[in-house]
């Protein structure tokens, strides 16, 4: 098992913002605790947000990334960690890069557009990833580049007419209609005039008089074309410009986000979910945190009433709970709104577990809807070493304790066997915190809970 780097500044990161948040309100930004995450890129699908992220590698003094990862969440707090579905190895004709890219449906499949560096020519060049499943595995679709002019970042738009579009660039914005089959397309790449009309003016820059820099995110709302990027540089912030068409012309509406948080870049993902519009990001707010070791992050906002949108400042609290959790039914272990020492891999049993659990490790599940009351509690774990308790806690990783089962070696951290133990004081809709101790080194891991008990209320 590979070694641990973040349990002693995660845990030190939640004390401080413990501090300075008033109890029991937990930080949930950023929504990714377990690595560091970079570009995101979400999707609604079937009562879901998937969140697509790179991997920036812990670290890092460049943009080092080999992989992408995918989150979901019903609820916008608590994510699941569905590992990592593609990455440079997907792609044979790749050397390096797995940048910031975006998945979209379409014919029943998933298409992710990524920018990756052709190993036959040394340029950035946009390859495409497909699958049947949101999160994955996805596969080379054409086993070469889409496209390839040395630009970087696509995002791809399905227009109202079904024509779908895709954009990319830095230095440059680039586009072309794709066909239907989403892996080709008609015409050529073309050039959308970067004018200061269209993407604001930028000064001291003769090489670049406009604003916009890169991480374009297209789509359309209302009627209206918006084209969210990343300006300037650096530091980053993030501007947008609206448009009566797909392909323009562009007007420059102004800041989404002003340049804020300790990383240099951003990139933003946009996505109306349940009522509620969301506004995905970056920032290096983890410890170790930075430039090259980047985190997601997401706040809820509301257009004003002519479409334009608000100026938006990084929070560490996040986006509200969109319904609550039932705990009721199996529940992912990696199911996360907050956790302190905690990571992920794959599971022998099929998707991931959390593991590498030390004592004190915890794992915060926000809005639990336990009804009436919990009963029982059960886990599925597995354990190499001699094991070690979970502690079923309420309101805090040193709340009220409902319970603790105790796991015991189980032969291997991927010989799995379930433990039960009974609970009491689980009651209405609370802040779950698994808690767990026992001695030193790696006590075991967790693949899945599930409480017992009679829910009494209506839960998602």
């Known amino acids: 098992m590979p070694k641990k780097i973040l349990t002693g500044l995660l845990c030190l990161a939640v004390t401080l913002l413990a501090a300075v948040a008033p109890a029991p309100a937990r930080a949930d930004n950023p929504i990714v605790q377990t690595i560091y995450t970079a570009d995101p890129a979400p999707l609604v699908h079937n009562g879901r947000v998937y969140l697509y992220t790179g991997h920036d590698e812990d670290g890092s003094t460049w943009f080092t990334m080999k992989e992408w990862r995918v989150y979901s969440s019903a609820d916008m707090v608590n994510w699941t960690d569905h590992g990592s579905p593609m990455s440079l190895a997907t792609f044979s004709w790749a050397s390096k890069d797995a940048w910031a890219g975006q998945v979209i449906a379409r014919n029943g499949k998933f298409y992710w557009y990524v920018p990756v560096t ?5 340029r950035m060049a946009i390859g495409v990833g497909v ?10 679709a054409l086993g070469r580049p889409l496209v390839e002019n040395g630009e970087i970042d696509p995002t791809v738009m399905i227009d109202d007419d079904g024509q779908a579009y895709l954009y990319w660039g830095n230095p440059n914005l680039w586009y ?3 066909n239907s089959d989403m892996i080709s397309f008609s015409g050529s790449a073309t050039k959308i005039p970067l004018t200061t009309a269209g993407f604001g003016t930028r000064t001291g820059d003769a090489n670049r008089p406009t604003l916009y820099e890169e991480g374009p995110w297209v789509y359309k709302r209302n009627g209206l074309y918006y084209n969210v990027f990343a300006a300037k540089c650096c530091s980053e912030f993030i501007g947008y410009s609206t448009a ?20 240099f870049t951003n990139h933003a993902g946009i996505v109306d979910f349940n009522g509620g519009s969301y506004f995905f990001y970056h920032n290096g707010a983890l410890p170790g945190g930075g430039g090259f070791t980047r985190s997601v992050a997401v706040e809820k906002f509301s257009y004003n009433a002519d479409g334009s949108i608000p100026q938006i ?23 996360i709104a907050w956790s302190s020492g905690v990571e992920t891999e794959r599971a022998s049993e099929g998707g991931m577990n959390i593991g590498f659990l030390e004592n004190g490790d915890y794992v ?24 070690g308790r979970i502690e079923v806690r309420l309101g805090g990783p040193t709340g009220t304790l409902a319970g603790t089962c105790t796991v015991s070696g189980t032969g291997g951290w991927q010989n ?14 609370q802040d779950l915190y698994l808690r767990f101790t026992g001695g030193s080194g790696y006590l075991f891991n967790v693949n899945w809970w599930q409480f017992t008990g009679n829910s009494g209320v209506s839960t998602r």
């Open 118 to 122: 052709n190993r036959a020519t040394g």
């Open 131 to 140: 699958s049947s499943s949101p999160t994955g595995p996805f596969t080379d």
């Open 176 to 178: 072309v209609r794709l």
């Open 244 to 263: 009566p068409g797909p392909t323009g012309p562009w007007t420059y509406r102004g800041t989404v986000m002003p340049t804020q948080g300790s990383s």
């Open 313 to 335: 400042t990084m929070t560490t609290g996040g986006a509200p709970q969109n319904g609550t959790l039932n705990p009721y039914v199996r529940q992912e272990a990696e199911t």
């Open 364 to 387: 915060k599940v926000k809005g639990v809807a336990f009804g009436s009351g919990a009963t029982s509690f059960s886990a599925r774990v597995a354990s190499a070493a001699s094991g």
């Open 416 to 429: 799995w066997a379930t433990v039960t133990c009974p609970v009491s004081g689980a009651t209405g809709t």
